[in-house]
Nanobody, 114 residues
Framework: QVQLVESGGGLVQPGGSLRLSCAAS????????MGWYRQAPGKQRELVAS???????NYADSVKGRFTISRDNAKFTVYLQMNSLRPEDTAVYYC????????WGQGTQVTVSS
C-alpha cells in the first residue's frame, strides 16, 4: 500500500502562485511515476503533470510554461509549482502514484478568484 498526503492548496488571486506538495509513504519501492490530476466542478478529471523515476516530465497543454513538477527523492515528495494562476485552474488537485495500480491522495482544493 502507498499513502499519499497532499498539502498547499488554497485561495489565490489571478496571476498568483501556489505550491502543492505530495508526500508518499508506505510501500514506495517500485513506484514508476507520480503526478497530479485535477477535477473542476462538472468536468472530468484531467492530467496536469507527471514525473517518472527517470525524471521525464509531462504537462497538459493548458499549464505548460506556468506549472513545474519536481520531486525530492530523499523526502519521497513531489511538488507542483503553479505560477500565473488563472480562474480556470480552479479545481480539486489529486496526487497519484503508479505502482502495481494507481494510488490517489485525498485531494486539495485550489481556488483562483479575485
Amino acid at each position: 500500500q502507498v499513502q499519499l498526503v497532499e498539502s498547499g492548496g488554497g485561495l489565490v488571486q489571478p496571476g498568483g502562485s501556489l505550491r502543492l506538495s505530495c508526500a508518499a509513504s508506505g510501500s514506495i519501492s517500485s513506484i514508476t511515476a507520480m503526478g497530479w490530476y485535477r477535477q473542476a466542478p462538472g468536468k472530468q478529471r484531467e492530467l496536469v503533470a507527471s514525473i517518472t523515476n527517470s525524471g521525464s516530465r509531462n504537462y497538459a497543454d493548458s499549464v505548460k510554461g506556468r506549472f513545474t513538477i519536481s520531486r525530492d527523492n530523499a523526502k519521497f515528495t513531489v511538488y507542483l509549482q503553479m505560477n500565473s494562476l488563472r480562474p480556470e485552474d480552479t479545481a480539486v488537485y489529486y496526487c497519484y502514484a503508479n505502482k502495481e495500480r494507481v494510488y490517489w491522495g485525498q485531494g486539495t482544493q485550489v481556488t483562483v478568484s479575485s
